[in-house]
């Protein structure tokens, strides 16, 4: 099988950068972080792939585009402080930290904060992974200048609103009562909140509570 690196480059071309996504430091990140590794041992031929994968406990890691999409609506700059609602496999978290932010990642389910806590220890990303609801935030970390949700929910938890730094930018899926769901980005703007609304999208829900 062609080595991996080769299969980002290949993803990055053609997923990513074919769709409009063209700041650099976005693609490095995907051209760098190991995907293979953050999918289960059995699905990683299929890493590269324009797809979503299954990661067990009934949840996946998203499709390529969907984490640039919503890394680029995040609009991260290095040294900037982010939390990532929903780790998974811890996916996402790398690719922010590889772009230099410092990321805090809180997930419910027990075994996957675990797993996604020692994979990113392993490649060396400097990610708190934190096990607990994220739908409260991190109230001891914050505020943060860059808040993403990779679960889908019917609002905005107002914790997260609260957690939100001068000029943060929030990015989360929307639900919808007709069963359709879209990203939104939410800037923050003095005391006020300013709505910029995007691609339809199918993401898994953001729960209550925590999974031993
Ligand atoms: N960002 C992940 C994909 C996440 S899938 C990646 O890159 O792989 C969504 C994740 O959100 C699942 O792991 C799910 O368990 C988690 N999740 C759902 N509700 C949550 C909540 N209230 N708090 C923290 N994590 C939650």
Request: some cysteine; proline content about 6%; glycine content about 8%.
């Amino acid at each position: 099988m062609e080595d991996w690196e080769a299969r980002a480059e290949r993803m990055v071309l053609s997923q990513i950068e074919a769709r409009g996504i063209r700041d650099e430091n976005i693609l490095e990140a995907f051209r760098n972080v190991p995907r293979h590794l953050f999918v289960p041992e059995g699905l990683r031929k299929w890493a590269y792939d324009d797809n979503p994968l299954p990661l067990g406990n009934g949840q996946t890691i998203s499709q390529p585009y969907m984490v640039a999409l919503m890394t680029s609506r995040l609009d991260v700059v290095a040294g900037m402080k982010v939390l990532e609602v929903g780790t998974g496999s811890g996916y996402q978290a790398a690719i922010l930290a590889r772009m230099g932010a410092e990321v805090y990642s809180i997930e419910r389910i027990a075994s996957l904060a675990r797993s996604a806590s020692l994979l990113l220890k392993e490649l060396g990303y400097p990610v708190k992974v934190r096990y607990g609801d994220g739908r409260l935030g991190l109230p001891e970390e914050a505020p943060f200048d860059r808040i993403i949700v990779t679960a889908v929910a019917p609002s905005v938890p107002s914790a997260l609103m609260e957690q939100c730094a001068l000029d943060a930018r929030l990015v989360i899926p929307l639900g919808f009562p007709d069963g359709t769901e879209r990203l939104l980005t939410r800037i923050k703007k003095g005391e006020r909140f300013k709505d910029e609304w995007g691609e339809y999208c199918r993401f898994v829900s953001l729960l209550e509570g925590t999974v031993e």
